[in-house]
T-cell receptor, first 111, second 116 residues
């Protein structure tokens, strides 16, 4: 039971570069989410998806792009990375929206 | 938008004793879900317990229980017989409805330290 897999787990990139964080889930959950975790803020929703080809913005979407062509994948792209996007990113999924399960996180540092 | 407030940035408890973590939330809905997640140093998010608002009975999972006060919009987590492995960041979360499905709104978290 693989669950949710995020890659890469750790990434250092330079300001202005494009970065894609991958998320893959094996449960065929309809809903998928991207959160970022920053000190003092808990987790904040970046984007979410209710199904393939259905995505919508969360609280902090600026500077991010998502796509969902297949139910199991939900990549998050930083089009032009900034230092303020240094964070821990969590992908999550849910079948009904009642209980949300999280991946192990991707540590991103923008220098 | 709903808000979740955890007023205790950090708490300490002696091993084998009991500790309570506080959480309050703001909502105008009558039916909703509340959660406590544990985040150990590995940063993995682990679901500890879930409470459905329409259920009056407080949820319990082994040593973890909640005190759900709907009228007061309070949802505290009680950890009994604390163990060293309970040391972690704990997040309270509220399930908020969106246009498509639901999302979790998190509090800022409480760091729990367990002393041996």
């Amino acid at each position: 039971d693989a669950g949710i897999t995020q890659s890469p787990r750790y990434k250092i990139t330079e300001t202005g570069r494009q970065v894609t964080l991958m998320c893959h889930q094996t449960w065929s959950h309809s809903y998928m989410f991207w959160y970022r975790q920053d000190l003092g803020h808990g987790l904040r929703l970046i984007y979410y998806s209710a199904a393939a080809d259905i995505t919508d913005k969360g609280e902090v979407p600026d500077g991010y792009v998502v796509s969902r062509s297949k139910t199991e994948n939900f990549p998050l792209t930083l089009e032009s990375a900034t230092r303020s996007q240094t964070s821990v990113y969590f992908c999550a999924s849910s079948s009904s929206g009642n209980t949300i399960y999280f991946g192990e996180g991707s540590w991103l540092t923008v220098v | 938008a709903q808000t979740v407030t955890q007023s205790q940035p950090e708490m300490s408890v002696q091993e084998a004793e009991t500790v309570t973590l506080s959480c309050t939330y703001d909502t105008s809905e009558s039916d909703y879900y509340l959660f406590w997640y544990k985040q150990p140093p590995s940063r993995q998010m682990i679901l500890v317990i879930r409470q459905e608002a329409y259920k009056q009975q407080n949820a319990t999972e082994n040593r973890f229980s909640v005190n759900f006060q709907k009228a007061a919009k309070s949802f505290s987590l009680k950890i009994s017989d604390s163990q060293l492995g309970d040391a972690a960041m704990y997040f309270c979360a509220y399930k908020e409805k969106m246009e498509y499905g639901n999302k979790l709104v998190f509090g800022a978290g409480t760091i729990l330290r367990v002393k041996s």
